[in-house]
């Protein structure tokens, strides 16, 4: 599961560094993707299973419908893409 966060822009460095220390101190399998939306300055903190990613999910998807590797294109660097 992914679980997302809102936070003030310019705390959002700061806060996503210290649910990684949580994390880590809890020793559980999940990392931190974090973010600035360019339009409104919000900071945005997402919490996904470690390992699993855009790439993970869209070679998935990839293999699922068939396509070579070099049929698709992405954008964006967050989880909330």
């Known amino acids: 599961f992914k679980l997302s966060f809102y936070s003030a822009g ?10 990684e220390e949580r994390l880590a101190e809890l020793d559980v399998p999940y990392c931190v993707v974090s973010s600035r939306d360019p339009f409104n300055g919000d900071g945005l903190i997402d919490v996904l299973p470690r390992g699993v990613n855009k790439a993970y999910a869209l070679a998935w998807w990839r293999e699922s419908q068939e396509l070579g590797d070099r049929s698709v294109i992405y954008a964006g660097d967050s989880g909330n893409d």
């Open 10 to 19: 310019e705390r959002v460095a700061e806060l996503a560094s210290r649910v």
